[in-house]
């Protein structure tokens, strides 16, 4: 996503902090470029259905993925990883709530709305599927964005997204594989694990899915900001480099919506009342999240602007990875990747919306109350 430029601190109280009017143009109308993205992949396969062909052949969807995922990563200041490592009571709080709470809440979704427990609603494997990889991969582009809108600590969001990228690469397969696969039959869901059988998934076809289509952009971005802050400096890295690759990530994206609903295309048209039925649990999980790890941080005594940034990359997830690891595993078609496609769409107006719930409570709660002990960043924020 495109920088915003803002030179008020994280407790300012300008007005304009966070207003929408002071967005990024492509950031500001981010909702109407991907409904408009949708629009033009739906009606591109429905009118031309052997649209499909040529995007499996050359992989246009994967090619959008990695490119999507590069800037994110690029961006992401892997030395503040310190700031978050050190104070253990953050880092502990981000653990529970991206790596227990989420992907718990997560499957729960699923399996009230996809596993036939709701009276009326059949089992849908597939769909329930594609939630479970939604839910195990925590954000780690997005929410860099919904953080510099809600005035969040830029510290400790980039290193929160630094340790997920990490902690995501050596752990994804296994919570899917653990969620998906190992979980429902302890359960007793006997109807959702024979549909699940048919799919015939196994580990190493994710974990091959993680390497490449986040360890392939995780390489690209680490070395990139290695090689390019020791030639050229930090100040051009962050203030010339990073805006130039900025815009890669939305362009990708709406690439990568367009391609990907137009091989849906026919599927969309044909039942678009599943697209209401994936949105409801995605829509409740982040509305939970975010409030659920919002009254967490306020629990522990953390300020608002680090309490912002742990709050919003536990509600975040990270979806480019789950349409990446949906579309290696089940093919661009499946009714997998098409619930981990909607994701996007629900997120990102969500997300907005929850920008701004984030900038009331920062007036409504008195943040001076928080604990002696501040878990504020140590050093400057001169965001």
Known sequence: MRSIEHTHGPNCDCLNCGDPRTMD???????????????IGVGLGYIVPSVTHPIQQFHLVEIGLVLMMYPPLAKADYSQLRAVVSNWRVLGLSLIQNWLIGPSLMFGLAVIFFSGFIPGLPARPEYFLGLVFIGMARCIAMVLVWNEL???STEYVTGLVAFNSLFQILTYGVYVWFFGLVLPPLLGMDSLVAGIATFDITPLQVFEAIIIFLGIPFAGGFLTRYVGTRTKGQQWYDEQFIP???????????????VMFATQGGNIVASPGDVLLIAVPLTIYFV????????MGREIGADYSTTTAIGFTAASNNFELAIAVAVAVFGVGSGVAFATVIGPLIEVPVLLALVNVALYFRQAIDWNSSEPESIAPSTTDDD
Not at 244 to 258: S, Y
Not at 288 to 295: I, K, N
């Open 244 to 258: 130039t690759i900025d815009p890669l990530t939305l362009v990708a994206l709406l690439f990568t919506v367009i």
């Open 150 to 152: 809600a005035e969040g």
């Open 25 to 39: 143009f492509l950031d500001k109308y981010l909702t109407v470029w991907i409904l408009g993205a949708m629009t």
């Open 288 to 295: 939970v999240m975010f409030f659920v790890s919002f009254g």
